[in-house]
């Protein structure tokens, strides 16, 4: 009697948000409109950042920068995009540049985000995030650094993000034959 390693593997262990964006990004990004598609998508799989109508320029491990424009509906009374937009921005780039980073095996949810707004902001905005290169699935808290900068590039906002990384829970009751 032979058994398929791959799929007890697959049935012992889900596949890791990591996993899944990395793969979305790896297949789309090199094609014309892939990041685009890319964005919407990530949009659509959380509709509080798709509210942003945010742009993914470039994700590799430990690192991700994306955009917004300023328009109207991102604005607040003071004619400058809202804070919730720049929190919002820095939050989803962060996400990307530690889930990119991640082991296959797991997987990390923010506990606190500081953020220090610099100046007002205004026109294109460009959010650029660093984390650590992960190894293992070990649990640990990490940080992730946000920069967002305008068209001039002048840092408008400084952010830290606080994950918490875990190693996935195998999933209980799938049998494999």
Do not use: C
């Not at 994306?66 to 937009?85: E, F, K, T, W």
């Not at 100046?119 to 992960?134: D, N, Q, Y």
């Amino acid at each position: 009697m032979t058994t398929d390693t791959r799929s007890h593997a697959s049935a012992a262990a889900p596949a890791s948000p990591r996993g899944a964006l990395a793969r979305r990004w790896d297949v789309l990004s090199p094609w014309p409109g892939g990041r685009w598609l890319f964005s919407k998508a990530l949009g659509r799989m959380a509709p509080y950042t798709g509210s942003i109508d945010a742009r993914v320029e470039d994700v590799i491990p430990g690192y991700a920068r994306a955009r917004i424009h300023d328009r109207p509906r991102l604005r607040q009374h003071l004619g400058s995009v809202h804070a919730a937009a720049l929190f919002n921005l820095s939050e989803m780039v962060s996400a990307l540049a530690l889930m990119y980073a991640l082991p296959a095996d797991a997987r990390a949810i923010p506990f606190r985000l500081e953020i220090d707004y610099l100046k007002k902001s205004r026109g294109v905005l460009t959010a650029e995030g660093r984390a650590p290169i992960l190894t293992t699935p070990e649990e640990g808290r990490h940080q992730v650094e946000v920069e967002v900068r305008d068209r001039s590039g002048e840092v408008t906002a400084r952010v830290v993000a606080h994950w918490l990384v875990r190693p996935t829970a195998p999933r209980v009751g799938r049998v494999s034959s």
